[in-house]
């Protein structure tokens, strides 16, 4: 009953090399998010899709891209990835059509750069 | 720009107890959305209660409850008969109306003493 996949739950990419991740979504919500967590912090709001529209936070670095090719599927791209970006990224999808507010979390994937 | 500021990092309970995690925050918006996320070890976040802001009554599920102070700008929740399952980090979070993304406190790390 998996409703928000994200693949794969851990990651390690060599520093500078380019890294996608993937997160699937069986909920059918319009709105898709990406948050960055480090360790002990809250998570922070990188970017999210309103349908096909990307929203960019503004204090998002530009080394982190993201696509949506359908309504189910989200990436997020991290071009050259430093130290620095060794995080855990949350996917989450909410629906703007409905009651429910709430944002729906998958189990997110651990980043480590090396 | 929203705030949420949680003023404990850390609490401690004995089993069956009750328990209350604060979290205030700032906003000029009238109307938006509060919620309390669950993020057990290693474990994806969950939903615990929502709140919104027009809703004077306060929200409950089962042993969570939440002390509303919209004037006060207070949100704190209260676990009732606290169990070893309800160990993890606890967030409040807040969003506006649409589907802008979830501003997050910096967590309130929940142990509960058997």
């Not at chain 1, 520093?15 to 967590?37: D, E, R």
């Not at chain 2, 309970?13 to 996320?37: H, I, M």
């Not at chain 2, 993890?88 to 649409?98: D, K, L, N, Q, T």
Request: net charge neutral.
């Amino acid at each position: 009953d998996a409703m928000v996949i994200q693949n794969p739950r851990y990651q390690v990419t060599q520093f500078g090399k380019p890294v996608t991740l993937s997160c699937s979504q069986t909920l059918n919500h319009n709105v898709m998010y990406w948050y960055q967590q480090k360790s002990s912090q809250a998570p922070k709001l990188l970017f999210h899709y309103y349908d096909k529209d990307f929203n960019n936070e503004a204090d998002t670095p530009d080394n982190f891209q993201s696509r949506r090719p359908n309504t189910s599927f989200c990436f997020l791209d991290i071009r050259s990835p430093g130290l620095g970006d060794a995080a855990m990224y949350l996917c989450a999808t909410s629906s703007t059509g409905s009651m429910n507010t709430e944002a729906f979390f998958g189990q997110g994937t651990r980043l480590t750069v090396v | 720009a929203q705030t949420v500021t949680q003023s404990q990092p850390e609490m401690s309970v004995q089993e069956a107890e009750t328990v209350t995690l604060s979290c205030t925050y700032d906003t000029s918006e009238s109307d938006y959305y509060l919620f309390w996320y669950k993020q057990p070890p290693s474990r994806q976040m969950i939903l615990v209660i929502r709140q919104e802001a027009y809703k004077q009554q306060n929200a409950t599920e089962n042993r969570f409850s939440v002390n509303f102070q919209k004037a006060a700008k207070s949100f704190s929740l209260k676990i009732s008969d606290s169990q070893l399952g309800d160990a993890a980090m606890y967030f409040c979070a807040y969003r506006s109306r649409g589907a802008d993304g979830l501003t997050f406190g910096k967590g309130t790390h929940l142990i509960i003493q058997p």
